[in-house]
């Protein structure tokens, strides 16, 4: 099957199993357009990770096939970024030094992008801190630092797995903020995994619910952007929070 222009990363009829544990990835069709953001949501085990690994080139599927604008993938291209539960940056470069690292490593870093990453930690609030070390810094300052540096290359795509699952409460909405503000300035499509229901809503154009390897139940997610935080205080997000809570509890 071949992608629609319109999709520019095309998942057909993915089918991934380890050798330990048998198949966890069932048949998993999924499309995301160019700055679009798709979430994969559901409980511990049920695929949602080895999906995105499988979407990344990290994995490759037994059955089916990944397309990223028109081209399988086999492996992860210049096109793409990475945000992880843990920041993993280097303790021995500074901050912007981490930012740059990607760019680093493929040759000397140029004026330009040095001004660009200097430019995403100011929109991060980090302007004052681009020469401290990691161990300075807070978790949620780190996360910032991590989130800049996958979109310091400017991926056509981010693939983000619980990027802010350890941050306290009121961190955590704040790097949502940001993180869709800096997306949206740079047209970045994102396939996000997250456990958590309110964040998926937040963030989402699509929030796909994985059960048992299978997307179970797709929901396009109709609010207006830019998602403002009051938001999350209005009837129709609670509705569809609650509508996702009925499609979970409904794999139980």
């Excluded at 629609?4 to 544990?21: E, G, Q, V, W």
């Excluded at 539960?85 to 490593?105: G, M």
Aim: aromatic share 6%; net charge neutral; proline share 6%.
């Amino acid at each position: 099957m071949n992608a629609s222009p319109m999709h520019f990363l095309h998942l057909n009829a993915l089918h991934f199993a380890y050798p330990d544990r048998g198949e966890v990835v069932r048949d998993v069709c999924l499309q995301l357009a160019p700055g679009e953001i798709h979430c994969l949501i559901g409980r511990s085990g049920c695929g949602k990770t080895t999906v995105l690994k499988l979407a990344a080139g990290l994995l490759s599927p037994q059955q089916g096939q990944v397309q990223l604008k028109g081209q399988a993938v086999h492996q992860p291209t210049a096109d793409m970024g990475f945000v992880f539960q843990s920041p993993t940056l280097l303790d021995w470069l500074s901050v912007l030094d981490n930012v740059l690292l990607p760019l680093s490593l493929h040759g000397a870093v140029t004026p330009a992008q040095r001004a660009h990453a200097q430019q995403l930690l100011a929109q991060m609030g980090l302007a004052a801190l681009c020469h401290d070390k990691p161990h300075q810094l807070s978790g949620g300052q780190q996360s910032r630092v991590a989130l800049a540096r996958a979109l310091v290359t400017q991926p056509a795509v981010l693939f983000m797995d619980e990027p802010f699952a350890a941050l306290d409460a009121i961190t955590r909405e704040d790097l949502q903020r940001d993180f869709l503000a800096l997306c949206q300035a740079q047209g970045t499509a994102v396939l996000f995994v997250t456990h958590d229901m309110a964040e998926a809503v937040y963030l989402a154009d699509h929030v796909s619910l994985m059960h048992a390897g299978r997307i179970q139940a797709p929901l396009h997610i109709a609010l207006p952007r830019p998602r403002q935080s009051a938001m999350r205080y209005t009837p129709a997000f609670n509705a569809l929070c609650e509508q996702l809570r009925h499609a979970m509890d409904a794999t139980l």
